[in-house]
């Protein structure tokens, strides 16, 4: 889970409903000043993790949009502010994955530049899977090449058992005190109250299929290297899901490049926003002037 560092919304980023073809998405967008361009890749789209949220990005937005590209982070079908149905079909990573060809055609402005943060890897993978055509690359941050295993799979196969019986309020009180109980801090009030509430707000049925899937999901890494879309893998050096080591592994099937973020773990768009837009924006750059070049 990650934790936002502050909620008030930066100057540049608002609040708004997406519309698409699938239904309706919350946002957080960003929107800079002066844009780097109007084509391929003048967007980035951000998928948030298990149980996480839009906030998650909070702190990278505005940093992705002073490099003059807009910037749309989503809560994605039945996730905290965006309403699901409770027909777990309904959340099978293919139909997340064609809801982020939905938001990417809504957007339209191009092939966008797709970032999928750990849960929301497996959905951005999905997307790509399914349409290529629609994103000018991929970065897999604090993803892996299939769902987690161990002890990590084992405490959410307890979930996936908990939460129909239950009932969120209660199996976050038990997750909230597990956690504690392993060291984590405590957070200032109003974050406390955040973090509880995007909890309970999610679609338990959502809830439900995130975490299994989380498990279950298939290792693809051969077929999303197929697609030839551009992928960077990224990650926090203390990153305690995925391994940094499975990470790199995951990266040399794929053939696509590495960044590590120093002073990061899970979540290097809050641990270390500027750093992760930095990696994010010279791997865009890059590929920007490699198109120009082929085009010369």
Do not use: C
């Not at 199996?171 to 909230?176: E, G, L, M, P, S």
């Amino acid at each position: 889970m990650s934790t936002p560092r502050f909620l008030d919304l930066p100057a540049g980023v608002r609040s708004a409903r997406l519309g698409t073809s699938r239904g309706e998405f919350a946002v957080l967008e960003a929107t800079p000043a002066e844009r780097s361009s109007d084509g391929p890749g003048s967007v980035a789209l951000l998928l948030p993790g298990w149980t996480g949220s839009k906030e998650d990005f909070l702190s990278l937005l505005p940093a992705l949009a002073r490099t003059g590209r807009r910037a749309v982070a989503v809560d994605q079908r039945g996730q905290y502010d965006t309403a699901g149905p409770d027909e777990p079909s309904a959340y099978d990573l293919n139909e997340l994955g064609l809801d982020a060809y939905a938001m990417a055609e809504a957007i339209d402005a191009g092939p966008a530049h797709l970032v999928g943060h750990s849960f929301g890897g497996l959905v951005a993978r999905a997307a790509v899977l399914a349409r290529p055509d629609r994103f000018a690359s991929l970065t897999l941050l604090g993803s892996g090449p299939a769902g987690l295993g161990g002890q990590q799979a084992q405490l959410l196969n307890l979930m996936v058992e908990a939460i129909p019986t239950q009932g969120l309020p209660a199996v976050y009180a038990a997750k909230r005190e597990l956690e504690r109980r392993n060291g984590a801090a405590e957070e200032p009030a109003h974050i406390e109250e955040f973090l509880a509430r995007r909890f309970r707000a999610n679609n338990p049925v959502s809830l439900t299929e995130f975490t299994r899937q989380l498990v279950e999901a298939p290792d693809l890494v051969a077929e999303l290297a197929s697609t030839g879309v551009p992928t960077m893998v990224a990650f926090g050096v203390d990153d305690d899901a995925w391994s940094p080591a499975v990470q790199r592994e995951m990266a040399d099937r794929l053939g696509a490049p590495v960044h590590e973020i120093d002073g990061a773990g899970h979540s290097p768009a809050v641990d270390r926003p500027d750093a992760t837009a930095e990696a994010l924006t010279a791997y865009w750059d890059s590929l920007h002037r490699d198109a120009a070049g082929s085009a010369g």
